[in-house]
């Protein structure tokens, strides 16, 4: 009886569980709700969509007080000796810098010895060519006019010779025939007439060759004298130039040693930032300064902006003319407005050693700039991109495709979750405005894909893809997007992983208030969306996906800035 007792009640209970779980299949299609989701509540405000980064003040209209000594061989860097104590009222002339001149002062003198060599060299070029010119002149006036007359008198003479050979041979000749005179003295006297004849040949001949030849030989000889005389004294001439523009150059590279105010204005050093490509630059006795290289800036305080650099899954939203509210860090309360003057269109370059993210610089000029706000101090700036007043919103992770349209799944009591179409407008990284589809007060899920299981979505048709069929996921397995919501790939969940292992110190996979108290652990807190104090793992991967929030770089971006996130909604 007592096996039976108890068999019966087995059975009896195998059926009433079979009957629920039927029941409870047959009739179950909404399930419960998920105990740790979490929801977000409509509401009506001013939708905002800022870009924000951080950026230095500086002025305007800047006179740059430069280094204008130029380099000579191996000089091309000189020391500061002094420069004048930063901050100081200076006026026009004052005295900002003296470099070290005492290389340049060497080269001065040996270009002194240099210059007087020119110098001699230059005076006996000068004696040369007006010895050539001389020598010109002698010759065509003195020595061949010397040489011509005494051809001319030889010539004259050899005619005198032969007139009284010939007479003398013709008497010769009749005393011959008388037999005076033997025939060997009259074939002497004979050849006397021959050889008077051929010395007066030879002197009409030099006379012909003199003025013939020999004057345009020497003339042309001399000539020559007077161009290579003329050709030195020009070479020394030019040597003596050069020689003596060296030794103005290092006269005037001494002079610009001494750096002097250009203008009135407040002195500010033009210290530079150094990272692991270019040396930092630090204005002080000591310091090395290039040709060119800026020392000093004399801002004019009337006309200051904001130097920014925009990342550049952002830059494409900012346009010159835009609005912009700045804050400085030194000043807690005071809100500066500003229009946007200029972006560039190429990237500033990125070192190879740090994160390679590409960054645009941009000019945000100061509207009514205060007398304390000075160059050099850190800027908080949020250029509005659009806005919208009394809409509603909700956040982007609350927002799913499904097919061609997106859905919010609508919370209706503790046990019902009603998926609802709705229409949406312009978003940012963290609100979409919704034009249709829900009311204030309502509250939505923040992962509604992990409710898919539980309603009843709309049939679709069969070109579009079905969520709960592939799993969330795109024609080509990738998962699909919410407004403003990016894919998460490897890189992000590994990123987010690694910092949940640094500071989720009870592995619960929640940032606590504790947690992000932590040295380090601060700059996590913008990625808390529902401002519950903590930020969960689907914040931090959308806060990731949104715009980088958790590169581990020096330089934070939007996300992690305190006065006002990229995108936030007020």
């Known amino acids: 009886m007592r096996r039976g007792y108890f068999a019966k009640a087995a059975i009896f209970c195998l059926v009433v569980a079979g009957a629920a779980g039927v029941y409870f299949y047959a009739s179950g299609k909404k399930g419960p709700i998920v105990e740790d989701e979490m929801f977000h509540e409509v509401t009506v405000g001013d939708f905002v969509h800022d870009v924000v980064e951080k950026g230095e003040v500086e002025s305007a209209r800047n006179v740059d007080v430069m280094s204008v000594v130029r380099g000579y061989r191996d000089l091309n860097n000189f020391e500061i000796l002094w420069v ?37 060299g230059l005076s006996k070029a000068q004696n040369e060519l007006e010895a050539a010119q001389i ?31 010939e007479e003398y041979y013709a008497y010769s000749s009749r005393l011959a025939a008388k037999g005076f005179v033997t025939s060997l003295q009259l074939e002497g006297d004979k050849f006397a007439v021959d ?11 030099k006379l012909t060759v003199l003025v013939e030849q020999t004057k345009q030989k020497k003339i042309k000889e001399l000539e020559s004298a007077i161009g290579v005389a003329k050709a030195d004294l020009e070479s020394a001439k030019e040597r003596h130039s050069i020689e003596q523009k060296r030794l103005d150059f290092f006269l005037e590279q001494i002079k610009n040693c001494t750096i002097t105010a250009p203008a009135s204005g407040q002195v500010v050093y033009a210290n530079e930032r150094g990272n692991r490509e270019a040396s930092e630059f630090i204005v002080e006795p000591g310091t090395s300064v290039r040709e060119r290289q800026t020392i000093i800036r004399l801002p004019d305080y009337s006309a200051m902006q904001v130097h920014v650099l925009i990342n550049e899954s952002r830059v494409a939203m900012v346009d010159p003319g835009m609005k912009a509210t700045i804050t400085l860090d030194a000043f807690d309360g005071l809100k500066l407005l500003g229009t946007v003057t200029k972006v560039n269109e190429y990237p500033e370059p990125i070192s190879r050693f740090g994160a390679q993210i590409k960054r645009y610089a941009a000019l945000v000029t100061i509207d009514g700039t205060p007398r304390q706000i000075k160059p050099g101090l850190t800027a908080n700036v949020a250029i509005h991109v659009d806005n919208k007043d009394d809409v509603l919103m909700v956040p982007v992770q609350s927002v799913m495709p499904y097919g061609d349209e997106y859905f919010c799944m609508v919370r209706k009591d503790v046990d019902e979750i009603e998926p609802r179409k709705v229409d949406l407008g312009p978003s940012n990284n963290r609100f979409v405005v919704v034009n249709e589809g829900l009311q204030a007060g309502e509250f939505v899920s923040m992962s509604p894909r992990r409710l898919l299981d539980t309603v009843e979505m709309p049939e679709l048709p069969p070109e579009q893809p079905n969520l709960k069929s592939k799993g969330g996921r795109d024609q080509k397995g990738a998962p699909e997007k919410s407004p403003g919501e990016t894919n998460h790939s490897g890189e992000e969940t590994q990123l987010v992983d690694r910092v949940l292992k640094n500071f989720d110190t009870n592995n619960d996979g929640i940032l606590s208030s504790d947690e992000l108290a932590v040295s380090g652990g601060e700059k996590y807190t913008s990625a808390d969306q529902d401002g519950d104090g903590q930020v969960q ?21 939007a996300e992690d800035q305190p006065p006002q996130a990229v995108g936030g909604a007020q």
């Open 84 to 120: 004048i104590e930063e901050g100081k009222m200076v006026e026009p002339g004052d005295v900002l810098v003296r470099l070290d001149s005492s290389a340049l002062e060497e080269e001065a003198k040996l270009q002194r010895l240099d210059l007087s060599g020119s110098v001699a």
């Open 195 to 205: 050889k008077a004849k051929i010395e007066l040949d030879n002197a009409k001949l």
């Open 537 to 557: 793992r689907h914040e931090l991967i959308a806060a990731a996906s949104a715009e980088e929030a958790l590169e581990e770089d020096p330089v934070r971006i």
């Open 135 to 165: 020598a010109m002149t002698e010759y065509v006036d003195g020595l061949f006019v010397q040489e011509k007359k005494e051809l001319e008198a030889q010539i004259k003479f050899a005619e005198e010779t032969l007139r009284r050979a």
